[in-house]
T-cell receptor, first 113, second 112 residues
Framework: GEDVEQSLFLSVREGDSSVINCTYTDSSSTYLYWYKQEPGAGLQLLTYIFSNMDMKQDQRLTVLLNKKDKHLSLRIADTQTGDSAIYFCAEIPSGAGSYQLTFGKGTKLSVIP | NAGVTQTPKFRVLKTGQSMTLLCAQDMNHEYMYWYRQDPGMGLRLIHYSVGEGTTAKGEVPDGYNVSRLKKQNFLLGLESAAPSQTSVYFC???????????FGAGTRLSVL
C-alpha cells in the first residue's frame, strides 16, 4: 500500500540550515506537500510542489523533488527557534480519486538557540 | 474568517459514554475529513465526505460514525467510547484544486 517515510527527529542550531527528507511511493501524485504543526495546534500548509517541477523556492524554504528516486526534501535556510515544529510530508495516493492525502509520520525539528 | 473550527477543544469521557465532535468550516469547501493523531502513528483518516449528504470510510473507521447534513458541518460521533479512542482529533476541509487541506486546531479526547 501507499506509504510516506520520514525520519522522526532532527536537531539543528539556530542560524544553520535544516533539511527534512521524505520518500513517497506514488509516482502519479500530482502534488506533494509539506505541512507544519506547531505545539498544540493543527496542521498548516507550508508549501507544495507540482509533480512536473524539480524545485520550488519561497523565501527561506526550498523544496526539491527527485521523481526518479521518489524523494522530496524541505530545506529551511537560517533556521530560527520559531521553526521548531513537526513537519509532515504528504502525497495524493493513487486510486483515491484525489480526495485524500497520505501523510508521513512527521519529523520533529528542534532548534537549539 | 474563522476557517475550520472544532468544538470542543478538550473532553474527558468514561468508557462507554458517547459524544459528538463538531467541525464547522466557512470556506464553502465541498470536501471534509476527520483524522486522528497518535504518537508515532502520524495522521490517520477516519472518515471523509465529498459533499453534503455523503460520507465514506477512511483508514480507521471502526467505532466512529459521521454525518454531513449541512455543507459547512461535519460531525464525528463516538457511540460507546473506548480507551483506544484516546487521541487528538483533527478536522480538515479542502479546496477544489490542488487538494490543499485546511485543518482545525484539534480536539483532545481522553477516554478513561
Amino acid at each position: 500500500g501507499e506509504d510516506v517515510e520520514q525520519s522522526l527527529f532532527l536537531s539543528v542550531r539556530e542560524g544553520d540550515s535544516s533539511v527534512i527528507n521524505c520518500t513517497y511511493t506514488d509516482s502519479s501524485s500530482t502534488y506533494l506537500y509539506w505541512y507544519k504543526q506547531e505545539p498544540g495546534a493543527g496542521l498548516q500548509l507550508l508549501t507544495y510542489i507540482f509533480s512536473n517541477m524539480d524545485m520550488k523556492q519561497d523565501q527561506r524554504l526550498t523544496v526539491l523533488l527527485n521523481k526518479k528516486d521518489k524523494h522530496l526534501s524541505l530545506r529551511i535556510a537560517d533556521t530560527q527557534t520559531g521553526d521548531s515544529a513537526i513537519y509532515f510530508c504528504a502525497e495524493i495516493p493513487s486510486g483515491a480519486g484525489s480526495y485524500q492525502l497520505t501523510f508521513g509520520k512527521g519529523t520533529k525539528l528542534s532548534v537549539i538557540p | 474568517n474563522a476557517g475550520v473550527t472544532q468544538t470542543p477543544k478538550f473532553r474527558v469521557l468514561k468508557t462507554g459514554q458517547s459524544m459528538t465532535l463538531l467541525c464547522a468550516q466557512d470556506m464553502n469547501h465541498e470536501y471534509m475529513y476527520w483524522y486522528r493523531q497518535d504518537p508515532g502513528m502520524g495522521l490517520r483518516l477516519i472518515h471523509y465526505s465529498v459533499g453534503e449528504g455523503t460520507t465514506a470510510k477512511g483508514e480507521v473507521p471502526d467505532g466512529y460514525n459521521v454525518s454531513r447534513l449541512k455543507k459547512q458541518n461535519f460531525l464525528l460521533g463516538l457511540e460507546s467510547a473506548a480507551p483506544s479512542q484516546t487521541s487528538v482529533y483533527f478536522c480538515a476541509s479542502r479546496t477544489g484544486t490542488k487538494n490543499i487541506q485546511y485543518f482545525g486546531a484539534g480536539t483532545r479526547l481522553s477516554v478513561l
